[in-house]
């Protein structure tokens, strides 16, 4: 069964603007961590922000914040000020306690952004 | 944060032949673990390579398909086997210090199979 769920294959944001792209999950794990990653079209995979269960704050690292919503299981990204460089494919990933495969992360199926100027 | 490298970058193969990834981190780690991107995909979860041991395998993948190596906490080395088409994909090395620390990736390997 599918554990993160992004439901917006493509997205769109104008040059300057804020963009919030969603992510919900699905795990009965009460510790668990929540992840974002960049990957522009070179391949490579960004770290962006990271949101603990327990975390009683949103994270938040510059023009990334991620909107915890832990009743409604969401962890959605916000960008700040959309920049061109922006554009990419972003992931939204999730660590459960799996002790057997290491607690590896868990993928969504990605939101594609395109900034325009 | 750990820096990871991978080699080849990309690599152009002939199917029935087989190829080994590298993947070096630049400081120790716990965990290291290999994922395939295939075109247009999200990441999916090969194996956990436990260093000393035999890799930890997720369900659809083959130590026969996937032979995994991890001699130290550093290195670790995925071989895709008997390669056929389907084997096009992105490979990707990943790194992850502590239970809660965050996972890194390498650069990835571009693998076309013909």
């Known amino acids: 069964a599918q554990k993160i769920t992004q439901t917006q294959p493509g997205m769109f944001v104008q040059e300057k603007e804020a963009v919030t792209l969603d992510c919900t999950y699905d795990?009965?794990?009460?510790?668990?961590?929540l992840f974002w990653y960049k990957q522009p079209s070179s391949g490579e995979m960004i770290f962006l922000i990271y949101q603990g269960s327990y975390d009683q704050q949103n994270a938040t690292e510059g023009r990334y914040s991620l909107n915890f919503q832990k009743a409604r299981k969401s962890a959605n990204l916000v960008i700040s000020a959309s920049q061109l460089g922006d554009s990419a494919m972003y992931f939204c990933a999730m660590r459960e306690g799996r002790p057997n495969s290491g607690y590896a992360l868990n993928f969504g199926k990605g939101t594609s952004l395109l900034v325009t100027p | 944060s750990a820096v990871i490298s991978q080699k080849p970058s990309r690599d152009i193969c002939q199917r029935g032949t087989s190829l080994t990834i590298q993947c070096q981190v630049d400081s120790q780690v716990t965990m290291m673990f290999w994922y395939r991107q295939q075109p247009g995909q999200s990441l999916t979860l090969i194996a956990t390579?436990?260093?000393?041991?035999?890799?930890?395998?997720e369900s659809g993948f083959v130590i026969d398909k996937f032979p995994i190596s991890r001699p130290n906490l550093t290195f670790s080395t995925l071989t895709v086997s008997n390669m056929s088409p389907e084997d096009s994909s992105i490979y990707l090395c990943s790194a992850r210090g502590g239970a809660t620390d965050t996972q890194y990736f390498g650069p990835g390997t571009r693998l076309t199979v013909l």
């Open positions: 795990t009965s794990d009460p510790s668990y961590g």
């Open positions: 390579a436990n260093q000393g041991s035999e890799a930890t395998y």
